[in-house]
Nanobody
């Protein structure tokens, strides 16, 4: 059994910073990629940033130069700087991994952590 435990969301003023973290708990987990997506009311969920086990990253144009992603073993971090009100959303952690003795890559999502940026 693998679970994703997210933390770090909250309320911040525009221009401020937050760091989100997400840890994959459980044994025998081989992680391929870890990432963050977000969803605000009335909008589709969108990818924010993703990092592979090899360190390759990609992120959305809307956060380029402001957000960065890093990974340490089974924890992924989203470093968010120069936050804007439009960054307000529920942020979800996501991993693609092999676990539970199953060879195929499977996708797992966290419960989400709220980020609210006030103007």
């Amino acid at each position: 059994q693998v679970q994703l435990v997210e933390s770090g969301g909250g309320l911040v003023q525009a221009g401020g910073s937050l760091r989100l973290s997400c840890t994959a708990s459980g044994s025998n987990v081989s992680i391929n990629t870890m990432g963050w997506s977000r969803q605000s009311p009335g909008k589709q969920r969108e990818l924010v940033a993703r990092i592979s086990s090899g360190g390759a990253t990609n992120d959305a144009d809307s956060v380029e130069g402001r957000f960065s992603i890093s990974m340490d073993k089974k924890t992924v971090y989203l470093h968010m700087n120069s936050l804007k009100p439009e960054d307000t959303a529920l942020y979800y952690c996501n991993i693609d991994a092999r676990y539970g003795g199953v060879w195929s890559l499977r996708s797992l999502w966290g419960q989400g952590t709220q980020v609210t940026v006030s103007s």
